[in-house]
C-alpha cells in the first residue's frame, strides 16, 4: 500500500508542476519565442515558472522511486490518472471548456487504468 501512496505523491507532485508552469506563462502573459535571449531570461528566472521546475524536478526522482517499485508497463499506466487531475484543473480552475472529447478522453484513461488494476 505504501508503494500506491509513493505513486499518488508523485502524481499530485507532478500535475503541480504543470499547473504551476501555467500559471506562471499566464502571469508574463505568454512566452514569446521571437524575443531571444531577454525572453529565455524572463521566463526561467519568473518565480512561479521556478516552483514548477522544482516540482518536475521533485517529481522526477519520484518517479525513479515509483520505477524501482512497480512493473514499467504498470507504472506508466498507473500515471495516466494525472490526465484527469490535468483536466479537472483545466476546466475548473482556468477556465477550459468540458467537450465531448475530453469527456471521452476522460472516460477511456479510466477504462485503462481499470483493465490494469484486474490482475
Known amino acids: 500500500m505504501a508503494d500506491f ?25 505568454g512566452v514569446h519565442l521571437a524575443k531571444g535571449v531577454a525572453e529565455i531570461w524572463r521566463t526561467f528566472t519568473h518565480p512561479i515558472i521556478i516552483g514548477g521546475f522544482v516540482c518536475y524536478f521533485l517529481g522526477s526522482y519520484l518517479w525513479l522511486a515509483v520505477l524501482s517499485r512497480f512493473p514499467f508497463s504498470r507504472a506508466n499506466l498507473y500515471f495516466s490518472s494525472n490526465h484527469l487531475l490535468t483536466l ?21 484513461v479510466i477504462g485503462g487504468l481499470y483493465l490494469v488494476s484486474l490482475r
Open 5 to 29: 501512496g509513493l505513486l499518488v505523491v508523485c502524481i499530485l507532485v507532478s500535475v503541480s508542476a504543470q499547473t504551476l508552469l501555467k500559471m506562471g506563462v499566464d502571469a508574463l502573459g
Open 88 to 108: 479537472a484543473i483545466a476546466i475548473f480552475w482556468f477556465g477550459d471548456k468540458f467537450t465531448t472529447a475530453n469527456m471521452v478522453g476522460a472516460l477511456m
